[in-house]
């Protein structure tokens, strides 16, 4: 693959209800930040990916509303409807393409516009699924249920990463919801969909974010300290739940292998040194943790008891809070990229991690991690 | 724009869409939900590549392509592969009182499991494996809720 970097990022803060800003605002302060943190003028964009859902917005062709606060008017514009990763993904190809030196991609979410469980339950196909009910929470509740069920992991294991990500938000001024917990907390908060209970759940969030890469003669005339793009994959499992193993994340494996081997990767628990993935619930991050290849099958919970995934531990997972501790849908995925490049840049503030070189950001689309898209990113070209 | 905002109440505009949708079951969709409202049967498709009984039923194979035009009959038995009690739901999308289940079941004579309802089992009596069976709604109309729910099987043979 070409190099290609990212040379700028921006996160509005992560909050249940941004009512004084519209989401247009939010993506223009997103986009504002980006600019400057790359040293750039929106004239220096040769084109704009937005990621969006119309249903989110409550608007069709949702798109095209935030066109004048990123800056996307008069410029070649394109959407992906789906999580920021898989954005991030599309706008690479836009300038390994050839076509173009740069590209914009912004994200945006406002949970508190809408009834999340009504939009996710649409998600599910209408003639078998859709009427019964079933939306993100449930639905993951039985991949969480066969996932521990495989392979023995308890409650309490999974209840650990929500006291280590609620912990860890603290360190981070962006994140909505820093909580300082007991696994005896998160094991008496009420069940919402057994196995997983209240404090297993990413809360509702509004947010923006959006990041700008480069090509190779772009970035280094832009930028002192570009973070490269080392590998990138995505793969896709089935749609139908019961064709699905949902106790095994092989879409995931895929994708990370695939990442990996571009990257020149072989060991990932040695080689790489932090990690930002999609804890939407807890369970998530030991079942996303096995899959990329930090651990073996059913041992994320033992790697997270031993301290392994915390910031200051052997492969820091999360540093910034994750999905846990704020999670605006599309938004979120993007975020673990920009986590991972402040990480690589020595920019993340008080949860910075030292000696950060090469991270793995990741994110997710459809109905229990339906569909992995996996970057690796590095300081050196 | 700070000396303004003091004690104002930012406007919120409260809508509502809504737009009817028609989704076509198709062929296969039809016969399935003809046979659950008419006869209380389920039927899948097998593949003739990969021998794949697939429930729901598919036209095509999703593994390799090929068209599945036979039809099988199935049990109105089965097992749990995963479930989920349900303590918390949105009301406009429980079609049971709380706590009802999801599980996903598979079917005898079925490879792959499919979504449906749990109810009418006991505090944990849900367990991966559990024998479950079907049961109708008198009054069907050729929708999956013409099964009300699966509850645990309650006689054997």
């Given amino acids: 693959m070409e190099p290609v970097a990212v040379v700028g990022v921006g996160m509005t ?16 302060e997103a986009v504002r930040l980006a600019l400057e943190d790359a040293g750039m003028t929106i004239d220096q964009v040769d084109n704009v990916v937005t990621v969006s859902n119309d249903f989110f917005d409550g608007r069709t062709i949702s798109s095209m509303a935030v066109q004048d606060a990123c800056g996307s008017y008069d410029k070649n514009v394109s959407t992906v409807e789906g999580d920021g990763t898989f954005g991030a993904f599309y706008g690479l190809m836009r300038i390994l393409s050839g076509s173009f030196g740069t590209t914009l991609v912004c994200a945006h979410h406002k949970g508190s516009e809408s009834v999340m469980p009504l939009i996710t339950n649409a998600m599910f196909e209408p003639v078998y699924e859709r009427f019964l009910g079933a939306e993100a929470v449930t639905s993951s509740a039985l991949q969480a249920r066969a996932y521990m069920d495989k392979f023995g992991v308890t409650e309490e294991e999974c209840a650990l990463v929500s006291v280590k990500n609620h912990g860890n938000a603290f360190r ?5 919801l820093p909580l300082e917990l007991t696994v005896e907390e998160v094991m008496s908060s009420p069940y919402v969909a057994e196995p997983l209970k209240v404090l297993d759940c990413c809360p509702i969030s509004d947010g923006a974010s959006a990041v700008i890469l480069a090509s190779a003669e772009v970035a280094e005339k832009i930028t002192s300290k570009p973070v490269w793009v080392k590998g990138v994959a995505h793969c896709c499992d089935a749609y139908h739940l019961g064709d699905r193993d949902l106790s ?26 932090l990690v930002e993935l999609y804890d939407a619930f807890s369970y998530m991050e030991l079942m996303w943790l096995e899959g990329l290849g930090f651990c073996g099958p059913g041992e994320g919970g033992k ?3 031993s301290g392994a995934t915390a910031p200051e531990g052997e492969i820091p997972v999360n540093p910034s809070g994750g999905c846990l501790s704020g999670h605006p849908v599309l938004v979120a995925g993007l975020n673990r990229i920009i986590e991972c490049v402040l990480q690589i840049s020595g920019e993340a503030g008080e949860r910075q991690v030292d000696g950060v070189r090469t991270a793995v950001a990741h994110g997710i689309n459809g109905p229990c991690g339906q569909s992995h898209c996996v970057w690796v990113l590095g300081g050196e070209k | 724009m700070e000396d303004w905002r003091k004690g104002q109440e930012i406007v919120v505009m409260e809508g509502r869409i809504k737009v009817p949708y028609r989704w076509a079951a198709g062929e296969v969709g039809t016969r399935y939900l003809q046979a659950l409202r008419d006869e209380r049967k389920f039927l ?3 593949c003739p590549g ?10 095509h194979c999703p593994d390799c392509g090929r068209e599945c035009a036979e039809w099988v009959e199935l049990g109105d038995r089965g097992t749990l592969v995963s479930y989920t009690v349900v303590h918390r739901h949105h009301p406009q999308l429980s079609p049971l009182p709380l706590p009802f289940g999801y599980g996903i079941v598979k079917l005898e004579g079925a490879d792959t499991g499919f979504l449906h ?12 494996g559990l024998p479950v069976e079907a049961v109708f709604a008198e009054e069907r109309e050729g929708s999956v809720l013409d099964v009300r729910y699966f509850r645990p099987l309650r006689e054997v043979g």
Avoid: K, W
């Fill in chain 1, 172 to 176: 981070n001024p962006l994140a909505q």
């Fill in chain 2, 44 to 46: 899948g498709t097998r």
């Fill in chain 2, 117 to 128: 309802l749990l109810y009418e089992f006991g505090e944990g009596e849900l367990e991966a």
């Fill in chain 2, 50 to 59: 990969c021998g794949i009984v697939y429930h729901p039923p598919r036209r």
């Fill in chain 1, 248 to 273: 095994d994340a092989r879409a995931l494996r895929d994708a990370a292998r695939r990442a990996y081997s571009m990257a020149g990767i072989s060991d990932p628990r040695r080689e790489i040194d």
């Fill in chain 1, 13 to 28: 803060a992560m909050r249940r209800e941004r009512r004084e800003d519209g989401y247009a605002d939010l993506v223009y």
């Fill in chain 1, 303 to 305: 790697l997270t008891a």
